[in-house]
């Protein structure tokens, strides 16, 4: 998903222009770091999203580098958050989820 269409997203939800299929589907930036834990290559999928004054900034999710099977490197969900947002992280809000094998939100421990 772009920047452009999370902040479209972002914007129908907060307006309520629109409903979730589900009533316990989350709206907002929990809906968009949920889309993005999905893009995790990762068993622990963790998606961000970097808000500022209601609008997106950036978002980001964990991935995993193997090689020959093993894991050589990582990138944190709100680390790739923070580094798409270059200089605009000032006054913003990080909201950092993970979601369960099922696709439910679950709790994280800090890093």
Known sequence: ??????????????A?????????????????AKKEAEKSNYKFKLGAVLTRGGAIV???HN??????????????????AILRARERTRGAVLTVIR??????????MPC
Do not use: W
């Open 1 to 14: 998903m772009t920047i452009a269409g999370a902040q479209h997203l972002y914007k129908a939800c907060k």
């Open 16 to 32: 309520r222009a629109f409903s979730p299929p589900d009533k316990t589907e989350p709206c907002g930036p929990i809906r968009l």
């Open 58 to 60: 950036s978002t980001g």
């Open 63 to 80: 991935s995993v580098c193997y090689m020959a099977g093993r894991i050589v490197g990582s990138v944190h969900a709100e680390h790739q």
């Open 99 to 108: 979601l369960t094998g099922a696709g439910n939100l679950a709790m994280s």
